[in-house]
């Protein structure tokens, strides 16, 4: 199975609790589909994601107006250098 790490930013929803709300990347599991088609499914049905360092949120922000998750951010580069992109 090839790893497609095309990724799709979205923000913590409002039951976050921290310093500041974050931009998570979608933890696509074994969804073949795009990341992006993955989050424009769960704001339309209202379901849960679950971002690659386990944050669990309904997207609903636009992702642009916060900062990415460090965490996430250090995953998704470590599974790049994996793949040598």
Same mark, same amino acid.
């Given at each position: 199975? $090839?790893?497609?790490?095309?990724?799709?930013?979205?923000?913590?929803?409002?039951?976050?609790?921290?310093?500041? #709300?974050?931009?998570?990347?979608?933890?696509?599991?074994?969804?073949?589909?795009? =990341?992006? =088609?993955?989050?424009?499914? $769960?704001?339309?049905?209202?379901? =849960?994601?679950? $971002?690659?360092?386990?944050?669990?949120?309904?997207?609903?922000?636009?992702? #642009?107006?916060?900062?990415?998750?460090? #965490?996430? #951010?250090?995953?998704?580069?470590? $599974?790049?250098?994996?793949?040598?992109?």
């Amino acid at each position: 199975m $090839a790893v497609d790490l095309s990724v799709f930013l979205e923000t913590s929803s409002d039951t976050y609790v921290g310093p500041a #709300k974050l931009s998570h990347i979608v933890d696509r599991g074994d969804d073949e589909r795009p =990341a992006q =088609a993955i989050v424009i499914e $769960a704001m339309v049905n209202g379901t =849960a994601l679950t $971002a690659l360092c386990g944050h669990k949120w309904v997207p609903s922000r636009d992702p #642009k107006n916060f900062p990415i998750c460090e #965490k996430c #951010k250090e995953m998704f580069e470590f $599974a790049r250098d994996l793949r040598g992109v």
